[in-house]
């Protein structure tokens, strides 16, 4: 009976072994035959798979240019710099994977050398996500059922809340290393996948620059670059000027990065963003140079061919003169400061002096000076950038371009008195000249400066009857726009089409109904405002024959020579000729003459008697009124603008300065400024000449045409 | 009566078959040091193999049948490291690899993954198990199959579970094959098998329904715990080329290096592909397949069928049910793998976190094979031969 059962039990076993032996026979099979699916039937395409090469390109950096002045100083230059750099692959490492980087980079890179510029790296945050790191499972745990069901940014805030220094002071802040790796670990977090970022960029040693790029393989993602930093070569003298440009974590501006990706940028290039840096980009960027690589399916680089070649950056050389424009700025501030010392209270809304100086035949801009006094901070910083951004009430400055309206439009003939006596509009207060000056013509209005002969022209232009203390009849309210027009002719109130990103063009003022009066404002310089650039265009379109000339800060584009010298010129800015004032030529003449009497007989003659330079000139005083916590403050605005020599220019001027004077309108600060801007021109030009330095870049050049000469 | 026969009782063909591979092994690895982030993995690997053969040698002087009055210890023991690990203690020696709370790390001595030996300790538990009840329950009726289904179930979820947990798919999935093979041989009738077969055959598609027919649904679901990576490994199996990132980019280049291999393959260091995670371990046969092409992975896959096929003769020869129930697990824990493991390089399978017994580098499973031959060795060497029993 047992036997029978065990026999029976017994055979079963062997049975099922049996299935099951079949069983793994049909495993291995199915094996065997997808195998052969796999290497035999696919086998060969496969192979091709991995024969496939592909193509990939990198772009190379090239130096941006550099910029010189017009005598060839080197004013903006490139200073290498060694920087380690942070790639995130895609979907970004692990946290663990980044703390393991920084750990291992910690050996080789000190974030700061200080343990007290060290222990400022690192924040409470970043200790509490370091202790995180290692205790996760507890910071969980104390979250509440609620703070469960935050988003993922939530729970982790609200563990870190809950993380206390009891906690992170498990780790001994007081180690170096430590305070260096979690400070690495830091700036590995905010990288974003795919894009570098810079870990370290100031004072990457020699050594520390070296040991990363040999452990490279060690540390992947990190990389150990050559960058370069825009280095002044003259401190902060026409900074705003020659701009920025991004850093290389900043890359393109976002807003507008369609433009410069479409332009061959990629995302962490460097752009200028202001200045001339933001002006002259496409020349300062030189060609990338891009190079094909031929990588096989593992990565390995099978070959490479250069698509592009590089090309550097090209150079710039500007039209301003390093050493007048160091030299002005010292006046100006000199001249600025000693004013304000002398009468602090006279002066104590004088803040600005402002300085354009450029060549009114060719619109080369020799120097934008511009200092300012900071009241609070007691100190005097340059603000060149004003020059081109602040507009003021110029005052009688503008009284060339009123005569020559008038004298254009034929309401008065060359030499024609006008009687100068008080004029009074109804409703509006007694307008008069500084002081009643009888028959005025045309060059003794400018010599003298009559506000009367002025708003005789504006009344005229207006087709208007004046009668004493009654409103002006038949005003013909385009007179407004007509007389904008001939300033616009000169550059007031227009673009002066200067070679910067940005220039204000002042304010245009709107007259309303019962503005009649204002025109005569106008007319004098007390409506409209202007730039002292706007100022010193118009004054070389009247010193340079009724031609508008474009000023320009960049007189040529060179190539960049690997030595520290200019490379050949590419490109020459020329005079560019904006317009030519549509007036005869002897009117113009009427005025240079007129301008030439306010320095030998006029209302600067006085300022001007020790001046051995023929300057022509024309001041300008202009009320400037302005509220201080409710209170009306009477100030002046002091303007000249002028040119020299008179026969044949060269140089031309205009110098602002608001708010001068409270009380006195003729302190002279502009004039002791024109007088020393002046003789510094021509003694800086006189050295030069003596010492044979010229303008001439092409040495080469000139001295051939010498030698044929 | 009885007596033995002396001379056949080491199977020296099974020792040869391990020796085999294991050459197989330390080449393989050696082979591919250079993509190794670690120098010497092959000689670590023969001492894995020394130290294995020393077990064998030391499981060969007791007799296998004295497992019985340990196999609740061995279980005990492994149970307790599952659920220590479960709650990640002791802290800094339970450690987390690859997502997976899998290994403990001890200080100098190096690590240790209690789930490999956990399939050593499930067959002896469940050989065990199966025994006694058949010892007790001498007629196999339906109400006795059950008990004996739910006793064996009661002891292979648990470990199943904590693995699954961890998580360790592979890990779960080798359990159980281990379950399902000793299920097979227990001694239940079909009748309860078949219809065991067929209700897991309804579980499967109807999860697989309700995969195809709301997704979102099973997304949702699968999307917050554990299993989350299961289902993206299926997906990117599906379909690798659509999804050329993560897992299935894994999957591309390991079918171009096996693939590449054609017939006879590129010989030994003729490797074409790069970026091939776990190459010494889980992925060790993409080596063998490129350098060997067809023949070679052919000779190596028939190396194992003989293997498996000498596991099943001795658990035929053996007159002692406990000796073949232990067997049989083995052979389970074997096949499974190995079907597993080739399977998923070529595509036959989801790609899993599943070791080639034998042929991957590592302490653990290594030790844990070498084991399970030298319980089999011991089985052989003890099996009585009955003259008279044809």
Not at chain 1, 413 to 431: F, L, S
Not at chain 2, 71 to 91: R, T
Not at chain 2, 359 to 366: K, L
């Amino acid at each position: 009976m047992g036997e029978k059962k065990k026999k029976k039990k017994k055979s079963q076993l062997p049975f099922r072994l049996n299935i099951l032996f079949i069983f793994v026979f049909v495993l291995f099979s199915l094996l065997i035959l997808q195998l052969g699916v796999v290497q035999i039937l696919n086998g060969e395409e496969a192979q091709k798979q991995i024969d496939k090469t592909e193509n990939t390109q990198a772009t190379i950096s090239v130096p941006r240019g550099l910029m010189y002045d017009r005598y060839g100083t080197l004013i903006l230059d490139n200073v290498p710099q060694r920087s380690i750099v942070y790639t995130p692959p895609k979907n970004g490492d692990s946290v663990l994977k980044r703390l393991e980087i920084a750990e291992k980079l910690a050996e080789f890179i000190m974030m700061e050398e200080k343990m007290d510029d060290l222990e400022k790296l690192v924040r409470e945050r970043d200790k509490k996500e370091y202790w995180y790191l290692f205790n996760a499972t507890e910071a969980a745990a104390r979250l509440t059922e609620e703070e469960k069901d935050l988003d993922n940014g939530g729970q982790y805030q609200a563990m870190l809340d809950k993380i206390k220094p009891n906690d992170y002071n498990e780790f001994n802040w007081e180690d170096p290393k430590l305070l260096n790796i979690v400070a690495i670990k830091k700036e590995l977090d905010a990288a974003y996948q795919l894009s570098p970022h810079t870990i370290k960029n100031e004072n990457v040693t020699e050594l520390e620059y070296a040991l990363v790029s040999e452990h490279l393989y060690e540390l992947p993602g990190i990389d150990a670059l050559p960058d370069w930093n825009r280095v002044s070569k003259v401190g902060n003298t026409l900074s705003t000027f020659i701009g920025n440009i991004t850093s290389s974590d900043q890359g393109i501006p976002r807003d507008k990065s369609d433009y410069y990706l479409t332009r061959g940028y990629s995302r962490n290039d460097r752009v200028g963003i202001s200045g001339l840096e933001e002006e002259y980009e496409s020349v300062l960027r030189g060609q990338k140079e891009v190079v094909e690589y031929t990588t096989d399916n593992n990565g390995n680089i099978v070959g490479s061919e250069t698509i592009i070649e590089g090309k550097s950056g090209n150079d710039l050389v500007l039209t301003v003169d390093i050493k007048l424009q160091q030299e002005i700025d010292k006046i100006v501030q000199e001249e600025l400061e000693s004013f304000i010392s002398q009468n602090p209270s006279e002066n104590k809304h004088m803040e600005d002096a402002l300085v354009v100086m450029m060549d009114p035949q060719t619109g080369d801009v020799l120097s934008l000076s511009g200092a300012h006094y900071d009241r609070e901070d007691n100190e005097y910083v340059d603000q060149s950038y004003r020059t081109i951004i602040d507009a003021h009430l110029p005052g009688s400055t503008i009284k060339g371009a009123t005569v020559l309206a008038g004298l254009d439009s034929g309401v008065v003939r060359p030499g024609e008195e006008i009687y100068d006596t008080p004029i009074k509009i109804a409703g509006t207060r007694e307008k008069s000249s500084w002081r009643n000056m009888g028959y005025v013509n045309d060059l003794e209005a400018i010599e003298k400066s009559s506000n009367v002969y002025m708003f005789n022209v504006a009344i005229r232009l207006a087709t208007a009857t004046y009668r004493y203390e009654e409103p002006l009849y038949n005003f013909d309210w385009d007179s407004f726009q007509v007389l904008r027009n001939y300033y616009n002719q000169f550059g007031l109130g227009v673009e002066t089409g200067i070679d910067l990103p940005y220039e204000a063009t002042g304010l245009v003022g709107d007259p309303g109904p019962r503005g009649q009066g204002l025109l005569l404002n106008l007319a004098i310089g007390q409506y409209d405002t202007y730039t002292t650039l706007q100022l010193a265009q118009y004054v070389s379109t009247i010193a340079n024959e009724g031609y508008r000339v474009r000023p320009h800060l960049v007189k040529e584009i060179r190539q960049s020579n690997a030595k520290d010298s200019l490379g050949p010129v590419l490109e020459s800015f020329d005079t560019d000729v904006l317009n030519r004032v549509v007036m005869d030529d002897s009117y113009i003449d009427r005025v240079q003459e007129g301008f030439k009497r306010v320095v030998s007989s006029g209302t600067a003659s006085g300022h001007w008697r020790d001046n051995k330079y023929k300057v022509a000139a024309k001041t300008g005083t202009a009320q400037n009124i302005f509220y201080d916590n409710g209170k009306e403050i009477y100030t002046y605005n002091l303007a000249l603008v002028g040119y020299a020599p008179y026969d044949e220019p060269e140089v031309a001027f205009a110098i602002m300065i608001p708010r001068a004077g409270t009380g006195n309108d003729q302190n002279g600060i502009h004039h002791a400024i024109g007088n020393r801007i002046i003789n510094k021109y021509f003694q800086l030009k006189e050295e030069r000449q003596q010492t044979g330095i010229t303008e001439n870049l092409n040495e080469e050049v000139a001295d051939q045409e010498n030698q044929e000469g | 009566m009885e007596s033995k026969n002396k001379t056949a009782n080491i199977d020296y063909t099974l020792i040869l078959i391990i020796i085999l591979l294991g050459i197989i092994s330390v080449f393989s690895i050696y082979t591919i040091q250079d993509f190794l982030l670690l120098p010497n993995y092959y000689i670590k690997q023969i001492v894995w193999y020394i130290a294995g053969a020393i077990t064998i040698g030391v499981i060969m002087l007791v007799d296998y049948d004295r497992l019985r009055q340990v196999s609740w210890v061995f279980y005990s023991i492994g149970m307790i490291m599952l659920i220590m690990l479960h709650f990640h203690f002791p802290p800094g020696i339970a450690k987390e690899v690859n997502g997976a709370w899998g290994w403990f790390e001890f200080p100098v001595l190096g690590t240790l993954q209690p789930a490999e030996f956990m399939k050593v300790f499930l067959v002896i538990a469940l050989a065990h198990l199966i025994v006694i009840h058949n010892e007790k329950f001498k007629e196999h009726t339906n109400k006795s199959d059950c008990w004996l289904l739910a006793k064996i179930l009661l002891v292979a979820l648990p470990p199943m579970g904590l693995i699954a947990l961890q998580p360790d798919l592979g890990g779960f999935l080798v359990l159980s094959a281990i379950t399902v093979c000793m299920i097979l041989v227990s001694g239940i009738r079909w009748r309860i098998i078949f219809s065991l077969v067929g209700l897991a055959l309804v579980a499967l598609m109807s999860i697989l329904m309700l995969y195809i027919y709301f997704p979102e649904a099973v997304d949702t679901f699968i999307e917050d715990n554990e299993f989350g990576h299961v289902e993206s490994r299926f997906t990117s199996w599906l379909n690798p080329e659509a999804h050329n990132q993560g897992g299935a980019y894994q999957l591309i280049r390991v079918m171009r290096a096996i693939g590449s291999g054609q017939l006879s393959g590129k010989g030994v260091g003729g490797f074409e592909v790069s970026h091939i995670p776990e190459r010494h371990t889980d992925m060790i046969f993409t080596s063998i397949a490129e350098q060997f092409g067809f023949i070679g992975s052919s000779i190596l896959i028939t190396l194992f069928f003989l293997l498996i096929y000498r596991l099943i003769h001795i658990g035929l020869q053996s007159n002692d049910p406990f000796g073949s129930y232990i067997v049989t697990g083995i052979i389970g824990m074997f096949t499974y793998q190995i079907f597993q493991n080739i399977g998923m390089s070529i595509g036959l399978l989801p790609i899993t976190g599943l070791p080639l017994p034998f042929i991957s580098y590592g302490g653990s499973s290594t030790l844990t094979y070498m084991i399970a031959i030298g319980i089999v060795l011991n089985i052989h060497y003890r099996t009585k031969v009955y003259m008279f029993d044809s």
